[in-house]
């Protein structure tokens, strides 16, 4: 079963269109290309009985930890095959394990769009309830001295509001 699942997952990334690498057999990444985060890196394992699916979203938040972590859940009821998850330093993740059994190209297509959605489009709501403060400071920073402030143009609200503004919350 091991090897049809590594050959149907081969099939099925190059299908997707997708860049993938296979650093050693059964275990392939797959770069699924991003607007709001550039690229997500999927880790796809083929193990005996299940595909582990893992992806990293965003390090650990440097403030409001408690709206974030409620953020992660709130979004997991609406996710299929994968979910939020922390490792042990608190960085944010996604992550899932997909019976090998009926796997199909299509359903790893839809798993990968399925990462792809929840890792871009949860990217910018979670800096800026992570890491509200640092967006602020470096945008204070940049302007400052001249700077460009143009991979910053999604948070321009955070600096416009200073330190009233409640994040997350627009």
Request: proline share 5%; charged share 25%; aromatic share 8%.
């Amino acid at each position: 079963m091991t090897e049809s699942a590594e050959a149907l997952l081969a099939r099925a990334l190059d299908e997707a269109g997708v860049e993938w690498e296979s650093p050693r057999p059964g275990t392939y990444v797959a770069a699924l290309p991003g607007t709001r985060k550039l690229s997500t890196a999927c880790s796809l394992v083929v193990g005996d009985h299940t595909l582990s699916v893992n992806a990293f979203v965003v390090r650990r938040p440097d403030e409001n930890h408690e709206a974030v972590y409620r953020w992660l859940l709130e979004r997991n009821l609406r996710l299929a095959d994968v979910a939020f998850a922390l490792d042990r330093l608190g960085d944010i993740y996604l992550a899932g394990r997909i019976p090998l059994d009926g796997l199909t190209a299509a359903h790893v297509d839809q798993v990968l769009g399925t990462v792809l959605d929840a890792a871009d489009g949860s990217f910018n709501p979670l800096l800026e309830l992570g890491f509200a403060t640092s967006i602020r400071r470096e945008w204070a920073w940049r302007t400052k001295r001249g700077l460009p402030t143009a991979n910053l143009a999604a948070f321009a609200h955070l600096a416009e509001r200073g330190d009233e503004a409640e994040p997350g919350r627009d």
